[in-house]
């Protein structure tokens, strides 16, 4: 009973270079949502997807951050030409279904990716 | 300010104390969940509220819900060491249609033996 896995766990860059994120849920999930958390702060909903489709991606920044999560294989946060301000704890959660009428499925969550920006 | 704060901001304590935090939010919601994080470390969910619920208790931990002040307060009672660690908030609103989670900033709690 895998819980959320996500790699690596921490990642070092220096500006200018790609960095990939990977999420794979709970067996069986097929919602995927990732969270930024930056230093001594709460968490920030970025993205919603669904398998293939982004559902919300409201607190995706407009540029250099894009989000996937195919029909087979983890989902995928790419931060291409990443700035010192990217800097952060980015985490992936995932739930069985999504909201249906007013019930809520649980997001649980995996450990997350260190991202350092040099 | 922010949907979901946290106050307060830290609370430093002894082994055996109670600790008490408190947030608020600012829109209607479907539910209030309160998760701990441990230093550098991932989310452990603790508990879930719903809106039409107004306490709920989960061993040494009890929630209060006032939809009326939205706010929730979290006890723990009888706290040790291992508790240190950081509490957050996170709301699901009604209007979000998906499951959105708003993050406050968070309360760091320090039990010393």
């Known amino acids: 009973n895998a819980g959320v896995m996500q790699n690596p766990r921490h990642l070092v860059r220096r500006r200018g270079q790609e960095a990939r994120l990977r999420c794979s849920p709970v067996?069986?999930?097929?919602?995927v949502y990732w969270y930024r958390q930056l230093p001594e702060e709460g968490l920030k909903f970025m993205v919603y997807?669904?398998?293939?489709?982004?559902?919300?991606e409201s607190g995706m920044p407009k540029e250099r951050f894009s989000a996937e999560f195919p029909k087979e294989g983890p989902s995928i946060l790419r931060i291409q030409q990443v700035v010192r301000g990217d800097s952060a704890a980015y985490f992936c959660?995932?739930?069985?279904?999504?909201?249906?009428?007013?019930?809520?499925?649980?997001?649980?969550f995996g450990p997350g990716t260190r991202l350092t920006v040099l | 300010s922010q949907q979901g704060e946290e106050d307060p901001q830290a609370l430093s304590i002894q082994e055996g104390e109670n600790a008490t935090m408190n947030c608020s939010y600012k829109?209607?919601?479907?539910?209030l969940q309160w998760y701990r994080q441990n230093s550098g470390r991932g989310l452990v969910h603790l508990i879930l509220?719903?809106?039409?619920?107004r306490e709920k208790h989960s061993g040494r931990l009890r929630v209060t819900l006032d939809t009326s002040k939205k706010s929730s307060s979290l006890l723990i009672t009888a706290s040790r060491a291992a508790d240190t660690a950081s509490y957050f908030c996170?709301?699901?609103?009604?209007?979000?249609?998906?499951?959105?989670?708003?993050f406050g900033t968070g309360t760091r709690l320090l039990v010393s033996p």
């Open positions: 959660a995932s739930s069985q279904t999504g909201t249906s009428g007013g019930a809520y499925n649980e997001q649980f």
């Open positions: 067996k069986g999930h097929s919602h």
């Open positions: 997807l669904q398998k293939e489709n982004i559902i919300d």
């Open positions: 829109t209607s919601i479907n539910n």
């Open positions: 509220i719903r809106s039409n619920e």
């Open positions: 996170a709301t699901l609103g009604w209007n979000t249609g998906f499951q959105k989670l708003v």
